[in-house]
């Protein structure tokens, strides 16, 4: 069974431009979560899909935004970027149901903001 | 806020050591997950516990959940070089994962 694939691994951005990353699940898992992976501040949450309806969220701003589809692949945008915003992105996809479950993770998305 | 901390942050240790690592919280959580990270990788999930005071084992690695499901331990024999990594235990709040602190580990040969 293939494993949860993100898209692009890696991403330059400048400060005030958006930026979407992709993620596919692993077949069958109707769940979806996004973290971001700083030195500083370690893993957070940001939100999770389940059924293209956006479960939980984060504590983060409303610049970071996320989506689901059908086929549940999931897409994070973030707008006006900011320098705090260099990180490693990461999604995870869980069969879902009551509780977020086990969580299989991408191999994230290096985005850079200069 | 921090809810779960890992103790040590960081560990060196020779091939053939011993090694414990704690994840501490005050909350209670319904189940806990321990996962390693290695360097480009996405976090990889070793093992869920579920029980107070559950046991489980892995090969050389030993999981622990505290009796009060709060805390849980990840003991390590005879580390060798390829547990080198970033050990993150995470605590599932049924809505969320909360991942702890991490602990880097570094093992030479």
């Known amino acids: 069974k293939a494993g949860v694939t993100q898209t692009p691994r890696y991403l330059i951005k400048t400060r005030g431009q958006q930026v979407t990353l992709s993620c596919s699940p692993i077949s069958g898992h109707r769940s979806v979560s996004w973290y971001q992976q700083t030195p500083g501040q370690g893993l957070q949450f940001l939100f999770e899909y389940f059924s293209e309806t956006q479960r939980n969220k984060g504590n983060f701003p409303g610049r970071f935004s996320g989506r689901q589809f059908s086929n549940s692949r999931s897409e994070m945008n973030v707008s006006t970027l900011e320098l705090g915003d260099s990180a490693l992105y990461l999604c995870?996809?869980?069969?879902?149901?009551?509780?977020?479950?086990?969580?299989?993770f991408g191999p994230g998305t290096r985005l850079t903001v200069t | 806020t921090q809810l779960l901390e890992q103790s040590p942050q960081f560990l060196s240790i020779q091939e053939g050591e011993n090694l414990t690592v704690y994840c501490n919280s005050s909350?209670?959580?319904?189940?806990l997950q321990w996962y390693r990270q290695e360097p480009g990788e996405g976090p990889v999930l070793l093992v869920t516990?579920?029980?107070?005071?559950e046991v489980k084992k892995l090969k050389r690695l030993t999981f622990q959940f505290g009796d009060a499901r709060k805390d849980s331990s990840l003991h390590i024999t005879a580390a060798q070089p390829g547990d080198t990594g970033l050990y993150l235990c995470a605590g599932d709040m049924t809505d969320k994962l909360i991942f702890g602190t991490g602990t880097r580990l570094q093992v030479f040969p």
């Open positions: 516990v579920v029980t107070g005071g």
């Open positions: 909350s209670v959580f319904s189940s």
């Open positions: 995870a996809s869980s069969l879902g149901g009551l509780s977020i479950g086990e969580q299989y």
